[in-house]
Nanobody, 117 residues
Framework: QVQMVESGGGLVQAGGSMRLSCVPS???????MAWYRQEPGKQRELVAS???????TYADSVKDRFTISRDNAKNAVYLQMNSLKPEDTAVYYC????????????WGQGIQVTVSS
C-alpha cells in the first residue's frame, strides 16, 4: 500500500513562510499531484495542482503567495507558502494520481498548518 508522507507543517506567524513536502512511501510514477486544505466544518478545497510536465493551477486565494513544485525523480511535491495569513490555517492534504491505467488516487493523512495573527 502506498502512503503519501507529508512533512513541514506547524505554527507560523502571519506574514511568515512555510514549506510543505510530500513523498510517496514507494516509488510510484505520478501524473497530477496537488495540495488540498480543509478547515473545520468546511469542505476540502484545492489549493494548487501540478501536472507531470510542470503546468500549475492555483486557487485565487493563494495566487502570488504560494508556489507548487515537484521532483519527478522522487515523485515528490512541494508547496512553498509565503505571506501567510490566519485564513490559511487548515489541515493540508497531499494528493497524487498514478500515471498508469487504471489510475489510482492517493491521499496523505493531512498536516496541520496554523497561522497566528
Amino acid at each position: 500500500q502506498v502512503q503519501m508522507v507529508e512533512s513541514g507543517g506547524g505554527l507560523v506567524q502571519a506574514g511568515g513562510s512555510m514549506r510543505l513536502s510530500c513523498v510517496p512511501s514507494k516509488n510510484v510514477r505520478m501524473n497530477t499531484m496537488a495540495w488540498y486544505r480543509q478547515e473545520p466544518g468546511k469542505q476540502r478545497e484545492l489549493v494548487a495542482s501540478i501536472i507531470r510536465l510542470g503546468s500549475t493551477t492555483y486557487a485565487d486565494s493563494v495566487k502570488d503567495r504560494f508556489t507548487i513544485s515537484r521532483d519527478n525523480a522522487k515523485n515528490a511535491v512541494y508547496l512553498q507558502m509565503n505571506s501567510l495569513k490566519p485564513e490559511d490555517t487548515a489541515v493540508y492534504y497531499c494528493y497524487g494520481i498514478t500515471a498508469w491505467t487504471p489510475q489510482v488516487e492517493y491521499w496523505g493523512q493531512g498536516i496541520q498548518v496554523t497561522v497566528s495573527s
